[in-house]
């Protein structure tokens, strides 16, 4: 019987551990994120639904990596973007929150020539893979020496 039990531990505590994923997040320096991707999702950041999730509550860079993640993207046509932060939000479902529930942020977003300004939703609780929202485009870096490579685990 102890065997059977062992097993059955053993079993679940790999389970658990094969379902892990590692979101690898470069930076372009301290305060900008490396982005490589624009989504295909029409409410993919623009919607409370569909946040972008930059993670880094847990130690503290959860308000730099929503910072991070802005100064990552670019106007429409490579215009640099200016944001602010509108407040927090909109209650979601986290593993990371207070009691398993999270706050968004909303930050407005516009650049040179817009006629508007855009809503940004932001989950600094939980990690997702980072992508520009539809609309933006991604800030142009130049090619140089090493970037500093973040392992965050959802």
């Known amino acids: 019987m102890k065997k059977l039990v062992y097993i059955g531990i053993t079993f ?53 990596n929503e910072r991070r993640y802005l100064n990552a993207l670019a106007g429409p046509n490579g215009e640099k973007v200016t944001y602010y932060r509108a407040g927090s939000c909109c209650p979601v479902k986290s593993k990371n929150g207070f009691r398993g529930i999270a706050l968004l942020d909303n930050y407005r977003v516009t ?15 939980d990690y997702g893979v980072l992508k520009a929202p539809v609309g933006f485009t991604i800030k142009k870096v130049a090619s140089s020496g090493s970037n500093v490579l973040l392992a965050n685990e959802l």
């Open 111 to 125: 650049w040179e020539g817009s006629k508007d300004t855009v809503s940004i939703y932001i989950n600094m609780y």
């Open 12 to 64: 679940a505590l790999i389970a658990c551990s094969a379902t892990k994923k590692t979101v690898k997040t470069q930076l372009i320096d301290q305060q900008t994120f490396l982005l490589t991707e624009i989504s295909t999702n029409p409410s993919y950041g623009l919607s409370e639904k569909n946040p972008v999730e930059v993670g880094g509550v847990e130690n503290r860079e959860g308000p730099i």
